[in-house]
Structures are given as structure tokens and as C-alpha cells.
């Protein structure tokens, strides 16, 4: 475990033999150049290391607010043109890396033949499946959704 200290708006590791505290996650982000972990009982509470603002929603929220993203928080009020790019870098990096993450996947979806037409010789048909039958059902009776609700007679 490693406890934090700001040297200058970049942050130096140093281990504490006694006290342990843990100021980020177990992550190599490089979001958390500029935030820690102010509430240990919730890893969501971070506070930016350039000005001291606190809020809450992780290394993401951070990088935002470092980047001067708007959408969900406001802009720190001390980081550099320098900083701010590299967390709009970073936060587009990961974008893009998601988006290819999902398209493969609806690629290897795709490419998956599901409930085809065409049967093998020896495969037989699984679409005919048996209802199972629970210990209430005894007691009720199905809907049938012909017969309207008011001309049905309850037992």
C-alpha cells in the first residue's frame, strides 16, 4: 500500500511501514496523477490534487475535470493547457478502445449462426422444450387469450 504526497502537481509513492493508508485505486490510470481518494469507506470520493476540490465519481470524473469537460463537473481553476490535453487524450483513448471492444464483439455476434433454417443429419430439434411445471401450478390455470377476463368463471 502507498500513501501520496504532492510534490509539485505530480504525485511521489512513499511507503508507510505503520500507518497504510491507500489515497488511489490498485490502477495505473494516469488520472490519478491528479486525484486521490479522499473518503476511504467510498473509493468514489475523489479530490483533485492541483486545487483540492472534492467530489465524488472516480478517476473518469477527475480527468473530466482536469480536461475541462463540462458535461458533468466543472473545470479546475489550476490546470494547464499541458494537463488538459493529456486527459482529453487519455479520456478519447479509452472511447475509442470501447468502441472496438464492442464492435468485435457484435462482429463475433455476427458471425455466429443463430436458430438457422438448416438442420444436420444427426442434430435434432432443441426448439421443442417441456414447460416446467412448479408447485403452484397445480392451483391455477392458464390465460387464454381468447376469452376475455369478464366471461371466465373463477373456481
Not at 13 to 24: F, G, M, P, Q, W
Not at 55 to 84: F, L, W
Not at 98 to 105: L, P, R, V
Amino acid at each position: 500500500m502507498y500513501c501520496f504526497n504532492m510534490i509539485s502537481s505530480t504525485a511521489s509513492a512513499t511507503v508507510e511501514s505503520s500507518n497504510v493508508i491507500l489515497h488511489k485505486r490498485d490502477s495505473d490510470d494516469m488520472g490519478w496523477n491528479f486525484g486521490k481518494i479522499y473518503d476511504p469507506s467510498n473509493k468514489d470520493k475523489v479530490e483533485c490534487l492541483l486545487c483540492g476540490h472534492r467530489m465524488s465519481g472516480g478517476v473518469r470524473r477527475i480527468k473530466e475535470y482536469i480536461a475541462h469537460i463540462r458535461d458533468n463537473v466543472k473545470a479546475c481553476p489550476k490546470s494547464t493547457k499541458e494537463e488538459q490535453e493529456s486527459c482529453k487524450n487519455n479520456i478519447n483513448s479509452v472511447k475509442v478502445k470501447k468502441m472496438a471492444k464492442f464492435e468485435y464483439g457484435q462482429d463475433v455476434k455476427d458471425s455466429v449462426p443463430i436458430g438457422s433454417e438448416e438442420k444436420d443429419e444427426g442434430q435434432e430439434d432443441l426448439t421443442i422444450r417441456r414447460k416446467k411445471v412448479g408447485p403452484m401450478d397445480r392451483h391455477s390455470t392458464p390465460i387464454d387469450p381468447i376469452i376475455p377476463l369478464t366471461l371466465k368463471q373463477f373456481r
